[in-house]
């Protein structure tokens, strides 16, 4: 087997294949043992006729062809493996000359693995920010846990800005309800900025029972472009108001919301969870940092077909969170005034940027020998066997060897994050 390489790019590679006589001639005599295989002949049972016999029974298109098929299946695997390139999904093959029994000439092209120069991991330059809890981060989950202990009573009087509503609404534009703008028997804390401004303010001063009107225009920067700027008019019934009475932030307080005495514990304790809370999050974006640094200074380049599984990824992502609300992805798009081409460019580049991470930290993981026993995985698997205990399907889940391999390569990933860590302490 000869063997022409040529890449296409960093990421893609044709390799001119030309088998000669003797392989074409081994090929022949597999296609000729799997034809007659098939073959019956009265007197015998199917396959089982002496082969000189059987073989006259043959096209011999049909022995050629399958000839064929059998040597370029064979030299395919191994002309990518001599040329030492690792193709991402099954080749695309083209036969350029077929002289039976004599010699093949083919192409076979396909994305590869990219070759990764890793760049020096150990001076980033990236600095992890610093958590801080500030006095008003505290006060803000006081104030809701203060909420979420308020009594509620109906009330027949006109509603204050304080107050709890439950109304129903039609929004209209050009006389018209238009898509999102109605509810009925929604309940809406004023004061709690839900609405577009005005909305609200409209409802304070009118009492249970009161039907009115509410004319507002749409802010310019609103998220759905087609309502942005906007006039419209929301036809109202406010059916209830419910005053609002929130119990004062004290050691009773305190002692309603777990074990502590007095204000100051509780105060406390919900500093060290924002705290925690606050670390995490820089964790993960100081890791994040880490890898967009190497990456800058690494050499790689994403393969289309990964990119385009990203990209896949990504819309599929959207698509279950709209769906959840009852929309589509289509929906998302107008909601957010993008058109489908502007999505994709931009989502684009958040795909190869994940592409270029992952192959990167792939490397990493290689060149410093970074590897996930059975036994570790094992034992993340019991941990979440716990976790899922109440639902049969994940349980299930985690017997597939293929969950457990993802499981491996995450938790590959996760050590090589903390080995970058580590290298720019």
């Known amino acids: 087997m000869k063997t022409t390489l040529k890449n296409l790019s960093d990421t893609r590679v044709e390799i001119k294949v030309t088998l000669e006589k003797s392989e074409l ?98 001076k980033l330059g990236v600095k992890k920010e610093t958590a801080k809890v500030k006095a008003k981060d505290v006060d803000d989950v006081l104030a809701n846990i203060s909420k979420a202990y308020a009594e509620k009573k109906a009330v027949k ?19 018209k309800p238009f898509k999102g703008g109605s509810a009925h028997d929604f309940t809406l804390g004023l004061g709690s900025h839900q609405f577009i401004p005005g909305f609200e303010e409209g409802i ?12 507002l225009t749409f802010p310019k920067d609103y998220h759905a472009k087609e309502m942005a700027g906007k006039k419209v008019v929301f036809e109202v019934l406010l059916k209830q108001v419910n005053e609002v009475k929130t119990p004062k932030i004290d050691d009773e307080l305190a002692k309603k919301c777990g074990p502590f005495k007095t204000l100051d514990e509780l105060k406390a304790d919900i500093k060290k969870n924002l705290a925690a809370q606050d670390e995490h999050r820089l964790t993960e974006k100081y890791k994040d940092d880490l890898v967009e640094a190497l990456v800058a200074k690494s050499k790689v380049s994403a393969p289309e077909i990964l990119i385009k599984d990203q990209l896949r990824y990504i819309k599929d992502d959207i698509s279950r969170n709209a769906a959840s609300s009852g929309a589509t992805f289509e929906d998302y798009l107008k ?91």
Do not use: C
């Open 335 to 425: 909601q957010t005034g993008q058109k489908a081409e502007d999505w994709e460019k931009e989502a684009r580049k958040i795909a190869e940027s994940r592409v270029k991470a992952s192959l990167v930290l792939q490397i990493l993981a290689r060149d410093q020998k970074i590897t996930v026993s059975d036994e570790e995985v094992s034992a993340k698997v019991t941990e979440l066997k716990d976790v899922y205990k109440k639902s049969p399907e994940a349980l299930k889940n985690l017997k597939d060897p293929r969950v457990r391999q993802d499981l491996k390569n995450r938790m590959t990933i996760e050590k090589t994050l903390e080995f970058l860590i580590d290298a720019n302490k």
């Open 157 to 175: 009087r006109a509603a204050k800005m304080t107050d709890d509503v439950i109304i129903d609404f039609t929004g209209k534009k050009d006389g």
């Open 204 to 215: 304070v001063g009118h009492e249970p029972g009161d039907k009115f009107e509410i004319p």
């Open 25 to 122: 001639k081994e090929a022949r005599e597999k296609a000729v043992t799997r034809l007659i295989s098939e073959v019956k002949l009265p007197g015998f049972r199917k396959g089982k006729a002496p082969a000189e016999i059987a073989e006259k029974q043959l096209n011999p298109n049909d022995i050629n062809q399958t000839a064929l098929d059998i040597a370029v299946r064979t030299a395919v695997p191994k002309a990518f493996m001599d040329s030492k390139k690792n193709p991402l999904v099954i080749p695309e093959v083209s036969v350029t000359k077929f002289v039976p029994d004599e010699s093949v000439e083919f192409t076979a092209t396909a994305d590869i693995l990219p070759e990764v120069k890793i760049g020096d991991f150990k």
